[in-house]
């Protein structure tokens, strides 16, 4: 009798229909001496909260640890009253060992997971975004220039989320933009999400100079993994503040590890 109880309270609470996703742990927190809060961003859904009951536990029932950056395979109950969901599996596909042994690089990844976990919405799917965090990780690992890798990551996530920087048009205007206009230096407008020509950045009221091989940069950033990308490195002086504005503003907060990033 009491078995139908504890199932038919279970069923009050969630939806009973099982769903499997693909996800990275983006989050965590102790719920109780034996449970976990874990917050995933999955493939499928975007992200979702969920509870681990007997998560902490060294024999429990999920194959998978819960740690920070881990890849893992889920099957979960979805809450009906948007809280918490359940989760009933978790099945570890992928860890990212290099970056236990690089501490910039790990600061890095816990970025990546900070802007999934801050800058998301609960079941709102990015899978393009899904992709390229595990393929930034996996990049992170080897010989690619760290805040080329962040910054990447950074540009797709505002495009993804409707907040990424105008750079071939003005964003005043609208006008093209291309780099003889732009000849010594380029305006960038926060306040307008871009660059600008010359006769917009008259008036412009948040003026901030970038240099053309920067813009040029940024540009070639947006589009392309850091691998493909040559001789970008004098160029972050200008680029490393800009993104930190850019997403210092989209989440309204400076984000923890950015610190960490620009220092890389």
């Not at 359940?86 to 099945?91: C, M, V």
């Not at 003005?170 to 999400?193: D, H, I, K, Q």
Request: net charge positive; hydrophobic share 45%; aromatic share 8%.
């Amino acid at each position: 009798m009491l078995e139908i109880l504890k199932k038919n309270q279970v069923s009050r609470r969630f939806l009973m229909a099982a769903e499997k996703a693909l996800a990275l742990v983006v989050r965590g927190s102790d719920w109780s001496e034996t449970s976990r809060i874990t917050t995933l961003f999955t493939r499928e859904v975007g992200k979702i909260r969920a509870l681990a009951k007997g998560g902490r536990r060294l024999r429990s029932s999920f194959d998978a640890a819960f740690d920070l950056l881990s890849v893992i395979h889920v099957v979960y109950l979805r809450s009906r009253s948007h809280g918490l969901d359940l989760l009933t599996e978790a099945r570890l596909e992928e860890r990212f060992p290099a970056l236990r042994t690089n501490l910039k690089a790990l600061y890095v990844g816990y970025y990546i997971a900070e802007l999934l976990s801050e800058g998301t919405q609960d079941y709102d799917p990015h899978p393009e975004l899904f992709d390229l965090a595990l393929e930034s990780l996996r990049n992170l690992g080897g010989a690619a220039d760290l805040r080329a890798v962040a910054a990447h990551f950074e540009l797709v996530w505002l495009q993804e989320l409707g907040y990424g920087p105008r750079l071939e048009a003005c964003a005043g205007c609208g006008s093209e933009v291309n780099e003889a206009m732009l000849s010594p230096f380029a305006t960038y407008s926060a306040a307008l999400g871009g660059v600008l020509c010359s006769a917009c950045a008259v008036s412009a009221r948040d003026p901030r100079r970038l240099g053309v091989s920067a813009w040029r940069t940024l540009r070639q950033l947006s589009r392309e993994m850091p691998g493909e990308l040559q001789d970008f490195g004098p160029v972050w002086q200008d680029l490393r503040p800009l993104l930190g504005q850019l997403v210092s503003q989209v989440l309204g907060k400076r984000p923890r590890m950015l610190a960490y990033v620009d220092a890389a």
